[in-house]
């Protein structure tokens, strides 16, 4: 069994770790590695790592930076099979699926390569008489980045990029469900031409992230995970001074009107709700079936949720794998059970399926609970597994007034043939990112991704123009040269001439 270690100053390092934590293999069930969980001095070694890279990385032309991210995509681009197998192995999404992340990833890597327009200022000459104003961006100094298992890729590639590409050094703390793949693409960082120290990747718990949330060497935190850290994140972080961006958990609904095409809503449902076993934080987990709509589909949902291949991630034929560990498929399978009890109807029941030849697995098959109710448990809480809930309502605006009353505000979805209703909707939820016919809106590189209420704490959200927002701050200088148009000072306060 082989030890996941830090990646320090350009080179993989135990510091002074010995606390250890079991990284399974999902599909198996059975430990494939073991994971080193930092202590507060190795935050420490890859915060002095990355502060002495800042001093020559801020320095770097856009062009040789630029040069470098370029490098680096080539090298993701080249070795994302690989990257996918990583992902796959240890979270246990199908290859295809983890080939998407790391595409989804590969994107943000992209959009960071059009640094110079993304930090360029502007210019007002002749502001006043002989005077010009202008602004430019620069780095914050150390970032980090704590991120959760469920895109132990593609999510740290939300940060680290656009941060780099802004002259930022970065510290990256990611799951330690899953932590294979930072390793992986440190290694493509230096051979990419990233100096040593510029990139660094801290493993551990929440010893490591504490550490990362006093360091007064850290300028900011990127996190993406669950509500209740998310929240704890924020309120820490804020409290030493940082700026920070938390982007936390999910209940994301879609709305299912009676004029849509409702074979095409059940398909994408299905897709969207048991896709990476649901372990998405923008998986549809609760369909509003409106009026009309709800029997027929129920049906069609329930005949797709029984067709999905579940398998081993590396398996071709798979299109579901199994869900990240023991606890997780306990406590989907706890939640179903509550949701039967509580009154729900079970439609499907993925509880208890077994893989063939992969028998200790932690898979939990497709499952659709019908007649929801709003004060259920496997409503009120993020299941985060393949659990499809149909929660049913009267009209469009009982299923706003529903998606408003939740806590969270990440993603939401509605099917329709109604453009009217479509821009109603969309003007109405609380919600940050609206798919209309799309069930998994996640916005492209540059856009910007981020929730509403519980799904978000801090005002920025994450990669897009946003990004590079959060990762620098501006200076504006407003300049005259005596000489050509000066005019006498006077004490009253300036105003333009
Ligand atoms: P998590 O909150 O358990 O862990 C996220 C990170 O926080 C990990 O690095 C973990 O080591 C650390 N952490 C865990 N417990 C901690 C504690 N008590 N103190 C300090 N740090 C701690 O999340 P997860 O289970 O890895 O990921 C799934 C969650 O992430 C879901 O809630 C999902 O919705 C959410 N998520 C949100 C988004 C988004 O963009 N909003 C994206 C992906 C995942």
Not at 216 to 242: D, E, L
Not at 346 to 364: C, T
Request: glycine share 12%; hydrophobic share 45%; net charge negative.
């Amino acid at each position: 069994m082989s030890v996941i270690e830090h990646w320090i100053g350009g080179r993989f390092t135990a510091g002074v770790s010995t606390r250890r934590s079991p990284v399974y293999q999902p599909a198996t069930g059975l430990r494939q590695h073991e994971v080193l969980l930092g202590e507060p001095d190795d935050v420490d070694a890859a915060v002095t790592a990355a502060a002495a890279a800042f001093e020559d990385w801020r320095e770097e032309s856009l062009s040789r930076r630029t040069k470098v991210l370029f490098a680096f995509r080539e090298l993701v681009n080249a070795r994302a099979g690989r990257l996918a197998e990583i992902v796959s192995d240890e979270h246990g999404k199908v290859l295809s699926d983890a080939a998407g992340e790391v595409q989804r990833g590969l994107e943000v890597i992209e959009f960071a390569c059009g640094i110079p327009s993304l930090v360029a200022g502007s210019y007002s000459h002749q502001a006043s008489a002989g005077v010009d104003v202008f602004d430019f961006r620069e780095p914050l100094g150390v970032c980090a980045g704590i991120t959760p298992f469920n895109f132990p890729a593609m999510v740290p590639m939300w940060m680290h990029p656009i941060a780099i590409a802004c002259g930022n050094t970065f510290v990256l703390k990611p799951s330690e469900r899953d932590p294979s793949a930072s390793g992986f693409v440190a290694e493509l960082w230096r051979e990419a031409g990233l100096p040593d120290g510029v990139f660094n990747v801290v493993h551990g718990d929440k010893v490591a992230v504490d550490a990362i949330l006093a360091h007064p060497g850290i300028a900011a935190v990127s996190f993406v995970g669950s509500t209740p850290i998310a929240r704890y994140i924020h309120q820490q972080a804020s409290a030493a001074g940082k700026r920070v961006q938390a982007l936390g958990g999910a209940k994301n609904h879609a709305v299912v009107l009676p004029d849509a095409d409702l074979d095409f809503a059940a398909d994408h449902l299905a897709a969207s709700a048991f896709g990476s076993a649901g372990q998405r934080c923008m998986a549809i987990s609760a369909a509003v079936a409106v009026g009309g709509a709800a029997d027929e589909l129920v049906d069609l949902v329930s005949r797709k949720a029984g067709e999905v291949v579940v398998g081993p991630g590396r398996d071709p034929a798979s299109e579901m794998g199994p869900v990240i560990t023991a606890a997780a498929k306990d406590r989907i399978e706890g939640l179903v059970a509550a949701g039967e009890r509580q009154g729900a109807t079970l439609a499907v029941d993925g509880r208890g399926i077994k893989i063939p030849g992969y028998e200790n697995g932690f898979f939990v098959g497709p499952t659709v609970l019908d007649r929801v109710a709003a004060g259920m448990d496997v409503y009120r809480e993020e299941v985060f597994g393949p659990v499809l809930s149909v929660l049913r309502v009267p009209g469009v605006d009982e299923a706003i007034d529903l998606i408003n009353s939740n806590p969270y505000g990440n993603g939401t979805a509605l099917f329709t043939g109604s453009g009217a209703a479509a821009r109603r909707f969309q003007r109405g939820v609380r919600v940050g990112m609206i798919g209309i016919n799309v069930p998994i809106p996640v916005p492209m590189a540059y856009h910007s991704f981020g929730g509403w209420k519980d799904s978000l704490f801090g005002q920025s959200h994450i990669y897009g123009p946003e990004g590079v927002a959060f990762y620098t701050r501006a200076k504006v200088v407003t300049q005259r040269w005596p000489g050509e148009e000066s005019s006498g000072a006077s004490l009253h306060f300036p105003t333009a001439r």
